[in-house]
């Protein structure tokens, strides 16, 4: 668990760095925004597999779109010829709230689509993990359009949940 959470801040740290290295001559402007990294491990009797169709089922239940998959770790193994723990980050989206949000705040991109990576650590253990908005954030947002990103969000905690368990 130690060792994830390092690892979460190490990538987090380096993103950071990158961003706050660029030249100011390149006219790029920063918004800093407060987010969480939520996180919940899978139960040991719980296959990769399963947990991955338990997120895809519960997305659908909440009428959030599939809309991608990034098998990170089969580009690893590619790339390194060598076995890999599998890294996936998957991608959903609800088209009518994403533009209510753009709407509001068109920086709302940063967030979108919504990702739920599971990944196994170096000890095996498995996790569901996902970057979410504050709330603060969501709370300054136009009630119609607050009330669809809190739903997003809430669906978003249940199809991490539902993966860690398996449930369909």
């Known amino acids: 668990m ?13 993103c950071a760095q990158v961003a706050v290295a660029a030249p100011d001559k390149a006219g790029i402007n920063y918004t800093n925004v407060k987010l969480q990294i939520a996180h919940i491990q899978i139960q040991d009797s719980v296959g990769f597999d399963d947990a991955v169709e338990s997120l895809k089922l519960r997305a659908n239940q909440h009428n959030l779109k599939f809309v991608g998959a990034n098998q990170l770790y ?15 980050i998957y ?11 753009l709407t509001a ?19 095996g253990k498995r996790w ?13 947002m136009p009630s119609d359009t607050r009330k669809s990103a809190e739903r997003v969000m809430a669906a978003m905690k249940d199809m991490m949940v539902a993966a860690s368990k398996g449930d369909l």
Do not use: H, W, Y
């Not at 959470?5 to 380096?14: C, E, K």
């Not at 089969?74 to 996936?88: D, F, H, N, S």
């Not at 705040?105 to 599971?118: E, G, H, K, V």
């Open 2 to 14: 130690k060792k994830l959470q390092v690892l979460i801040a190490v990538i987090f740290a380096v």
């Open 74 to 88: 089969k580009e690893i193994e590619a790339l390194t010829g060598k076995p890999a723990k599998r890294m996936e």
């Open 105 to 123: 705040d068109p920086m709302m991109i940063a967030f979108m689509p919504c990702r739920i990576a599971l990944i196994e650590d170096t000890n």
């Open 128 to 140: 569901v993990i996902s970057m979410m908005m504050d709330l603060k954030l969501i709370k300054a």
């Open 91 to 101: 991608n959903f989206c609800d088209g009518l709230t994403a533009n209510k949000m």
